[in-house]
């Protein structure tokens, strides 16, 4: 197959398939290769040594809550040991947002790409302010934590189980008109998602509860987002390791370095240090405050949503900064370096066409476009939480390392 | 002196922007220097050969544009540094209420004009090769202005297009017209019943010119680039447009401007020639070929007087001036004050100086071609490579003559000299105002008594063109410049002044 | 080759690719026109350049 086949046959894959929110379950009893003390992160893999601060604070928050240790001198002895087994999520099937950090005890979202029998997993989403994925553990986190796990998961799985699945990407079509792009803005997404599975909850849950975890995904802002990366992770699954296409499957960073996959390559991780992020800043914040670009959420770029559909949601400038024309821009520069367009995100102000698809390492690297991010910042200390948002780039340096390995992958 | 270097990093400029915006700000006094350039290597090195480097300048990469100024003090310095930087981004600024966005890539633009037919490429010649070959794959006839395109890829792109049916024009083509439209630095002519084919550059401008002035206009000019007709190139898209517009309903006369064919190429050309009903006039800077296909004129003026005729079924008679009358006042007047004298020509067009030196040398003897001769006559393509690395092209920016010129005069080199020849070629996207730029520098040095010499202009333009070309002649006039509007005329004039002993045969031929 | 088919028979659409003055006189000429924003391919990188073209056959 030539590349230009390759890159149709991966994509094609990608288009075809779907996203159903199918159930919720415990990490260790759907995660692959989750041993006692597997602690799962965002982005390419990373050593302790080099993990930053947000993310060393989220597992130590996973490990008080798993009942490993109680304090982060425990946690460091526990990591410096090797005693914990640290792995990237991507490598199992996995995902989260900022550090992303997975544990055998958390509940997941299971996603289901129906139409290539791909499952993929993430985290129930905590909320925006102090959560655990920024970093915080203190008592107040535990507690939401716990909750989450042990309430709010078995009733939504029961919610869930009742609705025979939520439909992600139809809500994800539907939000995309609505002035969402799915990674920073979700207020139409989460909506459509509450509203779907409002009757549901009612039905199998006991009036309390239910208000509460109405109330609780109503406010989280952005629930939903942790069930669309599972989703979009499942999506791009799909067009994984696909023999000579240039297609990027997967943009992740770890806070530490910025990674992307190709199809063509397999498993290959090509990275970069992560770049800091241009943004507006919260009262009281500014870029000396700020930790380098973090989380799998990128995963939202890498299908055609985030920045990559701002033309139909500037109101996200309000958020990130820039004007409305910006975020227009924006999405046709995207298509530059994309080699195809979404047959179902489709974007009303330009024309309805799909949101670009396919960023091709060669596109990348011919026209020194790298993809886009919109994306929070967070504080380089653990536990502050988001302190502002902005953009920032996937590093040319992944691509063009992709690009020889491309090149060379014949020869060994 | 102060020197002050910024860097903006990420950025991309044209070299013509950033060379125009750098000529503007150093006119004024107390600015000995302004270099603005993209970091690249070769410009890294350019900047070290004229000893502006800077510790600050070396870190700038590819991407990166290095404004280097050299002021009287350091506040002029930074402000001048200041006022580059706005000027560049003002350019965008005012387009910030509509969106305009600007395609990357070939495919995107092709996303917002689906059915273009022709690309115009301006870029630097490195790459130019590159991105017209992509153009052909997409089915796009190629409007090529770049220069500094290798031979072979110069023959592999034209064979390219031409088995796709496509026009290749260039490369260093710098003006073609196209069902009426200008592209490059084009003149404002009317359409009209003849066809051109041309290198192209300041020849074309000249021929469609005096085509105007003689009431007739162009159906198309299709430029060929200057190495099209050699046996390398074969004259692949000479031949190819030769067929294009003998087939074309439009085009009544064809003319036919090069340097002097090779020998098999001619062969190919009369061949097919031969076959025409159009009747086809050539023009090879006064090389003359043994056979009889082509009508075959001396002088760009000649071409152009004898394809009107044509077209108006007459024959042409060629005569050493229009306006003989006029000439023998002017030699009148001026005497022999400049008969033996040396004859300095600075040209801003390749094809008009050397249609002017073969003219003058037939008279004068040898005329060289570039400074370094010091003694005896020169007649100077300032628009030649060595003379524009690092500065745009003179018809652009003409203040490159005025510095020779003064040059010349500090190193005494006009001190035996008896006429200055220059042109001035108008048109789109030349220098708006030549005139004024030229008759400055000519009354400095007067004044200073450095330079007794006549000056004679050659002015090619219309009365459409941007520059209004009446005025630029009244400018030249007042100054007391002779101006014609005829290459040849001006350089047989000139032959006239520094070698009185031709006269009787001019003035004899012209009565 | 059919001579209605070539360039001087068709009103031209153009894309430029460089000096943005070229883009601005055919504007004014009421030409289709679009500008592109061109820069160097691969920032300029000669070594990157040929890794493309060395894929470019291959696709």
């Known amino acids: ?75 460091e002895q526990l990591a410096i040991s090797g005693e914990l087994e640290f792995d990237s999520s991507h490598h199992r099937n996995a995902i989260g947002p900022m550090s992303g950090i997975i544990t055998p005890s958390m509940e997941v979202n299971v996603v289901t ?38 309430e709010l998961a078995p009733l939504l799985k029961s919610a869930l189980g009742r609705a025979g699945g939520i439909d992600l990407k139809s809500i994800v079509a539907q939000a995309l008109q609505m002035g969402d792009e799915l990674h920073n803005r979700n207020k139409a997404s989460n909506a459509l998602l509450l509203t779907a599975l409002v009757q549901h909850l009612i039905s199998v849950g ?111 400038v309000e958020y990130i900064g820039g004007t409305a024309k910006f975020a227009m821009e924006t999405t046709l520069k995207m298509y530059e370096i994309t080699v195809g367009e979404h047959e179902t995100f489709k974007l009303p102000p330009v024309n309805f066409r799909g949101t670009p ?41 992944c691509f063009t390392a992709a690009l020889e390995a491309f090149v060379l992958r014949n020869k060994s | 002196m102060a020197r002050s270097t910024h860097i903006l990093k990420s950025s991309y400029f044209d070299s013509v922007v950033l060379m125009r915006v750098a000529s503007q700000l150093k ?76 395609p990357r890539t070939l495919d995107a633009a092709l996303g917002f004009l689906p059915d273009a037919n022709l690309a115009a490429l301006s870029i630097p010649g490195e790459f130019a090769a590159r991105e017209a070959s992509k153009c052909i794959d997409k089915g796009l006839n190629v409007f090529l202005f770049s220069d500094n395109v290798a031979l072979a890829d110069e023959i592999s792109l034209k064979n390219k297009a031409r088995r796709k049916n496509l026009l290749f024009m260039g490369p260093d083509c710098g003006t073609a017209y196209i069902n009426g439209v200008g592209l490059g630095f084009a003149n404002i002519i009317k359409s009209g019943r003849i066809g051109c084919i041309a290198a192209s550059g300041t020849g074309l401008q000249a021929v469609v010119c005096e085509l105007d002035r003689l009431g007739e206009g162009v159906s198309h000019a299709i430029g060929v680039g200057g190495r099209d007709l050699s046996s ?136 060289a071609k570039s400074f370094e001769e010091h003694a005896g006559h020169i007649v100077v393509d300032l628009g030649d490579d060595q003379y524009t690395i690092g500065r745009p092209h003179p018809m652009i920016s003409p203040e490159i003559r005025t510095e020779k010129l003064i040059e010349l005069a500090e ?15 108008l048109g789109k996207g030349s220098h708006l105002d030549p005139a004024q730029e030229l008759v400055e520098s000519i009354e400095t040095l007067r004044k200073r008594r450095e330079l007794s010499a006549e000056i004679v202009a050659v002015v090619i333009g219309t009365p459409e063109d941007p520059q209004d070309i009446a005025a630029q002649i009244s400018v030249l006039d007042a100054a007391g410049i002779t101006v014609f509007r005829s290459n040849s005329e001006a350089a047989r004039y000139v032959a006239m002044l520094a070698a009185p002993a031709c006269r009787e045969n001019y003035m004899k031929e012209a009565s | 080759m059919k001579p209605d088919q070539s360039l001087l028979q068709q009103p031209i659409r153009v894309i430029n690719i460089g000096l943005e003055s070229f883009s601005e006189d055919l504007r004014k000429a009421e030409i289709p026109v679009i500008q592109m924003d061109w820069r160097p391919p691969a920032g300029g990188d000669l070594r990157l350049v040929a890794l493309l073209d060395s894929l470019a056959e291959e696709a």
């Not at chain 1, 991966?10 to 995660?31: F, G, H, N, Y």
């Not at chain 1, 790298?370 to 340096?397: F, S, W």
């Not at chain 2, 006094?29 to 970091?39: K, N, Q, T, Y």
Request: hydrophobic share 40%; with cysteine.
């Open chain 1, 206 to 316: 006991e009036k309390n509860e239910v208000v509460k975890a109405i109330d609780f995904i109503d406010k989280a802002g952005h629930f939903i987002l942790n069930a669309v990366m599972a989703g979009s992770k499942g999506m791009l699954d799909a067009g994984s390791n696909i023999e000579n296409s240039t297609i990027v499957t997967a943009l992740a960073r770890n806070g530490h370095e910025t990674g992307i996959r190709v199809s063509g390559l397999g498993d290959r991780w090509f990275t970069a240090p992560a770049p800091m992020i241009e943004g507006v800043y919260f009262p009281g914040f500014g870029p000396e405050d700020a930790n380098p670009d973090m989380g799998d959420s990128a995963i939202t770029e890498t299908i055609g949503l985030g920045s990559f559909a701002m033309a139909g949601a500037p109101a996200v």
């Open chain 1, 357 to 397: 698809l396919g960023i091709d390492i060669r596109k990348v690297v011919e026209t020194g476009i790298t993809p886009v991010i919109n994306t929070g910042i967070a504080c380089k200390r653990p536990g502050v939480g988001q302190i502002g948002a902005g953009l920032t780039a996937a590093p040319m340096e």
């Open chain 2, 411 to 425: 190193t005494g080199d006009l001190a035996d000299c008896g006429v200055v020849l220059v042109d001035l070629v």
């Open chain 1, 113 to 150: 790409n129906t139409v290539h029998g791909i499952e993929t997993y993430s985290t129930l989403y905590m909320g925006i302010g102090k959560v655990l994925r920024h970093g915080a553990f203190d008592d107040e986190v535990m507690t939401k934590l716990r909750w989450m796990n042990k």
């Open chain 2, 232 to 367: 390398e190139v074969g004259g692949l898209m000479t031949t190819y447009s030769l067929e294009l517009l003998e087939q074309d309903p439009a085009t009544e006369v064809i003319i036919l401007l090069s340097k002097p064919p090779s020998a098999d190429v001619v062969e190919a050309l009369e061949a097919l020639c031969s076959e025409f009903s159009t009747p086809v006039v050539s023009c090879f800077q006064g090389a003359e070929l043994p056979g009889n296909t082509f009508i075959q004129t001396a002088t760009l003026d000649e071409a152009a007087a004898t394809a009107v005729c044509r077209v108006n079924g007459r024959e042409h008679v060629p005569v050493p001036f229009n306006l003989p009358d006029r000439i023998s006042d002017l030699l009148e007047e001026r005497g022999n004050k400049a008969a033996g004298k040396r004859v300095v020509g600075l040209f801003t067009g390749g094809t008009l100086a050397k249609e002017a030196q073969l003219l003058l040398s037939k008279e004068l003897g040898p005329v």
């Open chain 2, 27 to 102: 006119k004024q006094d107390d600015i000995s220097e302004v270099a603005m350039f993209m970091g690249t290597e070769g410009n890294h090195d350019l900047l070290a050969q004229v000893g502006l480097t800077t510790v600050k300048s070396r870190e700038a990469g590819p991407q990166d544009l290095i404004v280097i100024v050299v002021a009287d003090s350091e506040e002029r310095a930074e402000s001048t540094t200041q006022d580059a930087l706005s000027m560049l981004t003002d350019r965008n600024a005012g387009q910030d209420n509509e969106l305009d966005y600007r």
């Open chain 1, 1 to 75: 197959m030539s590349i230009d086949e390759a890159n149709k046959t991966c994509l094609q894959r990608i288009q075809e398939s779907t996203a159903v929110w199918s159930d919720i379950k415990t990490a260790k009893d759907v995660i692959p290769g989750m041993t006692q003390r597997t602690v799962l992160h965002a982005g390419p893999p990373v050593a302790w040594e080099h993990m930053c601060g947000p993310m060393r604070g989220s597992i130590t928050g996973a490990c008080i809550y798993e009942g490993w240790a109680s304090t982060p001198e425990e946690v």
